[in-house]
T-cell receptor, first 112, second 110 residues
Framework: QQQVKQSPQSLIVQKGGISIINCAYENTAFDYFPWYQQFPGKGPALLIAIRPDVSEKKEGRFTISFNKSAKQFSLHIMDSQPGDSATYFCAARRTGGFKTIFGAGTRLFVKA | DGGITQSPKYLFRKEGQNVTLSCEQNLNHDAMYWYRQDPGQGLRLIYYSQIVNDFQKGDIAEGYSVSREKKESFPLTVTSAQKNPTAFYLC?????????FGSGTQLSVL
């Protein structure tokens, strides 16, 4: 019930294309769903986050789509750039709780 | 510069040795965390602390110990009981849901 399942494990996209990463969760008590971006040798950094009261959130080229009934959410990177090449983690957390549960990560490579 | 400072960047452990990873923050956050990252496995929670002088076990606490004597500092000791310590260790702090991470320590076994 605590798991967050993420797919695909790796992704190769052409420059200018759309990158899509999917996540699914089980615990309906989760109410905060962030995406973190990690470059090699660095710690993750928050990219964008959503709460279940909205179905979509957009920040620049990054969009989260959220489907509460299916318990799924996804990250879309529009006009993908080589600088977007990194590992992306979805996560889930319950407000008031102290544990953030992470997916296994997706390694994205954007070909120039 | 506000942030999380982890040291050292690289650390090597000999058989039977305890090693301590340092984590310092100047963000004035109450909560601090230690995560372990293995290739293809995401981040797993080792320990977390909500306030000074208090800490809780995470999902993989066996073979690790922590202390929280000051708000700014949350060191992690990898003991000899941890038989597979090779991993990338990440410290984080948070004021609420958002996590702020340090740059990590890569621990390897000699």
């Amino acid at each position: 019930q605590q798991q967050v399942k993420q797919s695909p494990q790796s992704l190769i996209v052409q420059k200018g294309g759309i990158s899509i990463i999917n996540c699914a969760y089980e615990n309906t008590a989760f109410d905060y769903f962030p995406w973190y971006q990690q470059f090699p040798g660095k710690g993750p950094a928050l990219l964008i986050a959503i709460r279940p009261d909205v179905s979509e959130k957009k920040e620049g080229r990054f969009t989260i789509s959220f489907n509460k009934s299916a318990k799924q959410f996804s990250l879309h990177i529009m006009d993908s750039q080589p600088g977007d090449s990194a590992t992306y983690f979805c996560a889930a957390r319950r407000t008031g709780g102290f544990k953030t549960i992470f997916g296994a990560g997706t390694r994205l490579f954007v070909k120039a | 510069d506000g942030g999380i400072t982890q040291s050292p960047k690289y650390l090597f452990r000999k058989e039977g040795q305890n090693v301590t990873l340092s984590c310092e923050q100047n963000l004035n956050h109450d909560a601090m965390y230690w995560y372990r990252q293995d290739p293809g496995q995401g981040l797993r929670l080792i320990y977390y602390s909500q306030i000074v002088n208090d800490f809780q076990k995470g999902d993989i606490a066996e073979g690790y110990s922590v202390s929280r004597e000051k708000k700014e500092s949350f060191p992690l000791t990898v003991t000899s009981a941890q038989k597979n310590p090779t991993a990338f260790y990440l410290c984080a702090s948070s004021p609420a849901e958002k996590l702020f991470f340090g740059s990590g320590t890569q621990l390897s076994v000699l």
